[in-house]
C-alpha cells in the first residue's frame, strides 16, 4: 500500500483544521495581490457548471502552501466576486474549527486503556519512535492517539518546518475575500473525523506507517503536486495522486464516494436554488479517475472549462 500522494494531498488540509484554528483573525485581514497571467488555461484550474438562472465555479485549492507562492489571478478574482456563495468542504470559520479540533481529539483518543505502540511490531516500533525523535517528541509521546490521528501529525508538521504555511492555504485566502457572501459547506465535521475513525485499526496503523515513511520526501511530494496546481494542469496533479493510490477502499473512503455525493449537491443546487456559487475543494477532487466532473458527467451535466 503506498498512500503518500493521496495522504499529503488529503490529510494536510484535515490535520491543520483539526489541530485548531491558525492565526485565523489575522489571516482574515489577508488581501492576496492579483496576478497576472496569460488568457487560456493557464494557472490554477477553474471550471463552472451552468443552467438557465444558476452558476456553479469549481476551484481545487492547495491546503497547505509556500508563503511568496503567487496563484491569485484576475479569473479567480473574477469568478468569486460574481458569486452569492462560497462554499468549502466542511466550516473554516475560527468556532468551527475550534469545535473541530476539540472533535478530532476526543474521537481521536483510546478510551480503553490501548496504547498505540502496542498496535506496532518491533520494526513499526522502531520506525514510530524515530519519526517521533525527529520531531523532537518521546517515544510515549502519542501513546493515547488512534494511529489515524497520529498520521496527522506525521503529515502536517514536516511540511510546516519547511516552509509550507497553513495561512497561505487557498481556502483562507478564498475565505479571506469572501466578505459578506454566504458561506456554506459540503460536509460536517462529523463526517470528516468519520472518514478517519472509521478505518479499521490495521489500515490505521498502515495509513501512519506510510506517513512516517513519506515524512523525508513529503516536501518534494507537495512541491511537485503544487507545481501542476499552479500551471493548471488536473491531469498532471492526478498522474502524482494516483500512482500510489493502490488501495481501493481508503481511495473510495477519501475521494470517490465523496465526490460522487458533491456531484449530487451541484445537481440538486442546479435545479433548487438560482445564483451563483463559489466552490473551493481539494484538487485532487477534481483530477482524475472518478472526479467531481466525471460524476457530473455520468448525471448529463457538462462541465467547462473556464481556466
Not at 93 to 98: G, I, Q, R, W
Not at 223 to 237: K, Q, Y
Not at 242 to 250: F, I
Not at 281 to 289: F, R
Given at each position: 500500500?503506498k498512500?503518500?500522494?493521496?495522504?499529503?494531498?488529503?490529510?494536510?488540509?484535515?490535520?491543520?483544521?483539526?489541530s485548531?484554528p491558525?492565526l485565523a483573525?489575522?489571516?482574515a485581514?489577508?488581501?492576496p495581490q492579483i496576478?497576472?497571467?496569460?488568457?487560456?488555461?493557464?494557472?490554477?484550474?477553474?471550471w463552472?457548471?451552468?443552467?438557465?438562472?444558476?452558476t456553479?465555479?469549481?476551484?481545487?485549492?492547495?491546503?497547505?502552501l509556500?508563503t511568496?507562492?503567487?496563484?491569485?489571478?484576475?479569473?479567480?478574482?473574477?469568478?468569486?466576486g460574481?458569486?452569492?456563495?462560497?462554499v468549502?468542504e466542511i466550516?473554516m470559520?475560527?468556532?468551527?474549527?475550534?469545535a473541530?479540533?476539540?472533535?478530532?481529539?476526543a474521537?481521536g483518543?483510546?478510551?480503553?486503556g490501548?496504547?498505540?505502540?502496542?498496535?506496532?511490531?518491533?520494526e513499526?516500533?522502531a520506525?514510530?519512535?524515530?519519526?517521533?525523535?525527529g520531531?523532537?517528541?518521546q517515544?510515549?509521546?502519542?501513546?493515547?492517539?488512534?494511529?489515524?490521528?497520529?498520521?496527522?501529525?506525521?503529515?502536517?508538521?514536516?511540511?510546516?518546518?519547511?516552509?509550507?504555511d497553513?495561512?497561505?492555504?487557498?481556502?483562507?485566502?478564498?475565505?479571506?475575500q469572501?466578505?459578506?457572501r454566504?458561506?456554506?459547506?459540503l460536509e460536517?465535521?462529523e463526517?470528516?473525523v468519520g472518514?478517519?475513525?472509521g478505518?479499521?485499526?490495521?489500515?490505521?496503523?498502515?495509513?501512519?506507517?506510510?506517513a512516517?515513511?513519506?515524512?523525508?520526501?513529503?516536501?518534494?511530494?507537495i512541491?511537485?503536486?503544487?507545481?501542476?496546481?499552479?500551471?493548471?494542469?488536473?491531469?498532471?496533479?492526478a498522474?502524482?495522486?494516483?500512482?500510489?493510490?493502490?488501495?481501493?477502499?481508503?481511495a473510495?473512503?477519501?475521494?470517490?464516494?465523496r465526490?460522487?455525493t458533491?456531484a449530487?449537491?451541484?445537481?440538486n443546487?442546479?435545479?433548487?436554488?438560482?445564483?451563483?456559487?463559489f466552490?473551493a475543494?481539494?484538487?485532487?477532487?477534481?483530477?482524475?479517475?472518478k472526479?467531481?466532473q466525471?460524476y457530473?458527467?455520468?448525471?448529463?451535466?457538462?462541465?467547462?472549462?473556464?481556466?
Open positions: 500500500m498512500l503518500n500522494s493521496i495522504l499529503t494531498a488529503t490529510v494536510a488540509g484535515f490535520a491543520l483544521l483539526a485548531g491558525v483573525d489575522e489571516h485581514e489577508a488581501t496576478v497576472e497571467l496569460a488568457s487560456g488555461p493557464d494557472g490554477p484550474a477553474l463552472k457548471v451552468s443552467d438557465e438562472d444558476t456553479i465555479y469549481l476551484f481545487g485549492t492547495v491546503h497547505v509556500p511568496d507562492l503567487e496563484w491569485y489571478d484576475a479569473e479567480i478574482d473574477a469568478a468569486l460574481s458569486s452569492d456563495t462560497v468549502t466550516k470559520d475560527p468556532a468551527s474549527e475550534a473541530l479540533s476539540q472533535l478530532a481529539q474521537r483518543q483510546f478510551g480503553d490501548t496504547t498505540l505502540r502496542s498496535l506496532l511490531n518491533e513499526q516500533t520506525s514510530y519512535e524515530a519519526a517521533l525523535a520531531l523532537g517528541a517515544p510515549a509521546a502519542f501513546d493515547p492517539m488512534k494511529p489515524w490521528l497520529a498520521s496527522l501529525t506525521f503529515s502536517l508538521v514536516p511540511l510546516i518546518q519547511q516552509g509550507y497553513p495561512n497561505s492555504g487557498v481556502d483562507r485566502v478564498i475565505l479571506s469572501a466578505g459578506d454566504t458561506l456554506d459547506a460536517s465535521a463526517f470528516q472518514i478517519f475513525d478505518l479499521p485499526l490495521d489500515v490505521q496503523v498502515a495509513f501512519m506507517m506510510e512516517i515513511e513519506g515524512m523525508p520526501k513529503v516536501k518534494d511530494t512541491d511537485a503536486m503544487v507545481a501542476e496546481w499552479v500551471e493548471g494542469d488536473p491531469d498532471g496533479l498522474v502524482i495522486m494516483n500512482e500510489d493510490l493502490t488501495d481501493e477502499t481508503l473510495e473512503a477519501l475521494l470517490y464516494s465526490n460522487a458533491w449530487e449537491w451541484i445537481e443546487r442546479l435545479d433548487t436554488t438560482p445564483g451563483t456559487v466552490m475543494v481539494g484538487a485532487g477532487h477534481l483530477a482524475g479517475n472526479s467531481v466525471q457530473l458527467a455520468q448525471r448529463g451535466i457538462e462541465t467547462q472549462r473556464v481556466q
